[in-house]
């Protein structure tokens, strides 16, 4: 049914989009993918998942925790890694390197550390059913999931678009040692974009996690495929294009598996990347001051 | 004297393989970054190459010698493929169009049912063996160093430190950047075909984005000053598990923590020197 898809779609595609946005607000302004992004996904849920079994938190509460401890734990990771490469302005490549092999250190890490099984949410996080509207269907964590990353999405562009440290980053992103002339803190600039990105994963972390119901330390792997293509089709580093092309992402998928078939649904984000690199290397709303060779 | 070298053989067969087959997956991506780029798909490269050779020797019984030539090429082909829109754009775009590489090949092996599905193929004959591994080896070392002494490679070199200026002195920078991608996926693939007709098995899980990281740590670690610098890298890392047994459930954290080391404090690699040039 067309109707039931277009929500599951929407609800999906939502996550995406809300994932999606750290990951390019970080590139926006540091310049910089960094692939440690899909690590504060899976930390985010396991905090979460930690607080509502460990303190029964209620799963409201649950949220900001676990975006919390993301949100840190990016400080510390961005401070740890990148803080030398920006001082010797380093190539980009040789920071995606860095972010490369941490993450596979930290996987690894959190593989060991935390087991590879899959958890759960406590079965009292779900309560609440859901509502029908005709003939769809919408859970309340779906409409919670909804809820979540709109506000989070519209906190996001409100801080970033419409206040002083937003205009801060802004310029910081623009030109760094212009910024730092104006009086602009650069560096404690870099550390609030690292924790908005950070704890913006997480969010996105613990909101899929509740989705399917099912945590692990490789969740963010999965993700960060995705993760890319959103970013490269809504055009590197721009907020609005992750958020229409995680939209278009996620209704993609849900209407692949739908009506074609579940393996081509696993492709569809790579298809996109990919035709995105061949017609318009720039993205939905790329500007021609990204980079060219 | 021979006879303890015969049992010596035995016992370390498959780490003899290994090393030899990480060599040439050293030497591939080392290709690669020695034109300033990054690709993440040496794996999924390795991956299609060793699925051709393994399914032209196991369902058609062709010569092994057809389907090394065949495991070369359709990485190769692949590589035009996806290498054709990163021509216009710089490194970053190389190495996510190549992670997203990496997860598509899997999902495709993953779902083939006629190459055996997630269950991978096995009981693939053995050929080649120590033989093929190390000729292919010093075949592509000698290759390759010839090459870095050319005119070729002080343009690659100029590439890697300032790629402007490598562009300004009148380098033919997408021709190189595809010529290395495909270059080296055509290595890659060979690699994958010569440890797949070792291994005997194959399945669609060996070829992920950590086994990428892995042959891209060889290389960050061995530096790529010369083609001799990835190869003592791989050989590093392949025999660390062996050497320091408690390290081998570590495995991937050691290598992780070797990228984040080698691009951090040793950005030349361990072996920093560069080669001299005839040309």
């Keep these: 049914m067309l109707e039931q898809q277009l929500v599951n779609g929407v609800v999906l595609g939502a996550t995406y989009a809300l994932f999606a946005i750290g990951f390019t607000l970080m590139f926006g302004v540091m310049g910089v993918i960094n ?24 799963i ?36 995606l390197m860095v972010t490369l092999g941490a993450t596979l250190f930290l996987y690894a890490g959190m593989a060991a550390a935390l087991g590879t099984e899959i958890r759960r949410f406590p079965a009292a996080v779900f309560s609440g059913g859901a509502y029908s509207l005709g003939d769809v269907r919408v859970g309340t964590t779906q409409l919670l999931i ?29 030109n760094p040692d212009a910024a730092s002339l104006m009086g602009i803190n650069g560096a404690l600039m870099l550390r609030v974009v690292s924790f908005l990105s950070g704890a913006i994963g997480g969010a996105a972390g613990v909101l899929v996690g509740l989705n399917f119901n099912a945590i692990q330390p490789f969740m963010g792997e999965h993700m960060m495929l995705r993760g890319f293509a959103v970013i490269i089709v809504g055009g590197l580093g721009d907020l609005r ?8 992402l996620g209704l993609a998928e849900v209407l692949t598996a739908a009506y074609l078939s579940s393996t081509l649904k696993d492709m569809i984000a790579f298809a996109l990347l990919v035709a995105t690199l061949w017609f318009r290397p720039l993205g939905l709303f790329g500007r021609a001051a990204a980079k060219r060779a | 004297m021979w006879e303890a070298l015969d049992d010596f053989y035995w016992t370390y067969q498959s780490l003899i393989h290994a090393i030899g087959v ?41 010569p092994f010698g057809v389907s090394m030539v065949a495991a070369a090429l359709v990485p190769a082909l692949l590589a035009l493929v996806v290498g054709g829109p990163t021509l216009r754009l710089t490194g970053v ?47 592509l070392l000698v290759g390759l160093t010839l090459v870095a002494r050319s005119r070729v490679g ?39 075909c010569l440890s797949a ?75 920093p020197w560069r080669i001299a040039r005839t040309g």
Excluded: C
Aim: hydrophobic share 60%; glycine share 12%.
């Design chain 1, 35 to 58: 692939l440690t992004y899909g690590v504060y996904f899976a930390l985010g849920a396991f905090a979460a998942l930690w607080s509502t079994q460990g303190l029964d938190l209620p």
């Design chain 1, 60 to 95: 409201w509460a649950a949220l900001p925790v676990g975006a919390l401890i993301a949100g840190l734990i990016a400080v510390v990771l961005d401070t740890l890694l990148l803080t030398r490469l920006r001082k010797a302005k380093a190539p980009e490549l040789s920071s």
């Design chain 1, 146 to 174: 909804l809820g979540a990353a709109i506000v989070l999405m519209l906190a996001l562009l409100a801080l970033v678009r419409g206040s002083r440290i937003g205009l801060a980053i802004r310029a910081v992103a623009e």
């Design chain 1, 241 to 248: 294009g992750a958020l229409l092309a995680g939209l278009i």
């Design chain 2, 22 to 62: 990480n060599g040439i997956l050293a030497l591939s991506v080392y290709v690669v970054l020695a034109v300033g780029q990054l690709s993440l798909g040496q794996a999924a490269f390795m991956g299609v190459g060793a699925y051709t050779g393994a399914l032209l020797t196991v369902k058609f019984g062709v």
């Design chain 2, 93 to 139: 775009y190389l190495a996510i169009a190549t992670i997203g590489l990496g997860e598509i090949t899997r999902i495709v092996f993953l779902n083939w049912d006629y190459a055996g599905g997630a269950l991978g193929l096995s009981s693939i004959p053995e050929r080649g063996g120590v033989a093929a591994i190390y000729g292919t080896l010093a075949v």
């Design chain 2, 154 to 192: 002080r343009a690659m070199e100029a590439m890697r430190e300032d790629e402007a200026a490598a562009g300004v002195m009148g380098v033919n920078l997408p021709r190189y950047r595809l010529v290395a991608l495909v270059v080296s996926s055509a290595m890659a693939g060979v690699a994958g």
């Design chain 2, 197 to 271: 007709h070792v291994s005997s098995f194959i399945g669609p899980n060996e070829y992920g984005f950590e086994a990428a990281v892995t042959i891209l740590s060889y290389a960050l670690l061995g530096g790529i000053g010369s083609p001799l610098a990835p190869v003592l890298g791989s050989t590093i890392l392949t025999l660390l598990p062996e050497v320091l047994r408690p390290l081998a459930d570590f495995r991937l954290m050691v290598n992780g923590l070797i990228i984040v080391l080698a691009v951090l404090f040793m950005p030349r690699g361990i072996l």
